[in-house]
């Protein structure tokens, strides 16, 4: 169940592997199903985990302000029932940080799940998906941000039609020419639309 509804809330909602291990109670709302990202988590050379405020890397690591990100009814639910019968677990041993409240998700120690024990798992169930041709070979955590990204901009019926501008804020690029870059591609079906639209 864990690892269900961390995959669940990566794909539709969009949040880096660091922004989902620091979710806690306090960041989601839903009553206004609204989804608040404004703690990382990031583990070291040494498996040591930290909570920092997100910042973007460069020549000077800059902090990012929190995002906003709008959750669907499903996530809402999926949330809803995680947080209703979210275990008290104690301070992980391996945490060098401020401890959050609250944490959504957790080993059984407290500490924060580790990346390549996520993989193993997952892969274990990715490998039996067979529906639309499977999981894509050499596909990464991250595949889970991209889907989201292409599913909130792609138009109906296979995406949800999200101005360009509003997804790129809730996924949380500092650039819209970012967003335009990895998730805005031009396609036949584009360009058919394009063409219905002129007089």
Request: glycine share 8%.
């Amino acid at each position: 169940a864990l690892y269900a509804a961390m995959t669940e809330v990566a794909a539709f909602a969009g949040v880096r592997w660091g922004e989902l291990l620091a979710l806690r109670r306090e960041a989601v709302d839903l009553e206004t199903a609204r989804l608040t990202v404004d703690l990382t988590c990031v583990e070291d050379e040494r498996g040591r985990f930290q909570f920092q405020a997100p910042s973007k890397t460069g020549a000077a690591r800059a902090r990012v302000p929190p995002r906003v990100v709008l959750l669907e009814t499903r996530l809402v639910e999926t949330l809803g029932a995680w947080i209703e019968h979210l275990p008290h677990r104690p301070r992980g041993p391996h945490v060098d940080s401020d401890y959050p409240e609250g944490l959504l998700f957790t080993a059984r120690n407290g500490n924060p799940i580790r990346r390549s024990a996520w993989n193993k798992v997952f892969w274990r169930y990715a490998s039996q998906v067979t529906a639309g041709g499977g999981w894509p070979e050499g596909a990464t955590w991250h595949y889970l941000r991209h889907f989201c990204a292409t599913r909130w901009i792609n138009p109906p019926p296979g995406g949800l039609g999200i101005e360009v501008a509003t997804a790129s804020k809730m996924l949380g690029h500092q650039d819209i020419a970012t967003t335009y870059a990895w998730y805005v591609g031009v396609d036949a079906e584009a360009l058919e639309r394009a063409r219905a639209r002129m007089p």
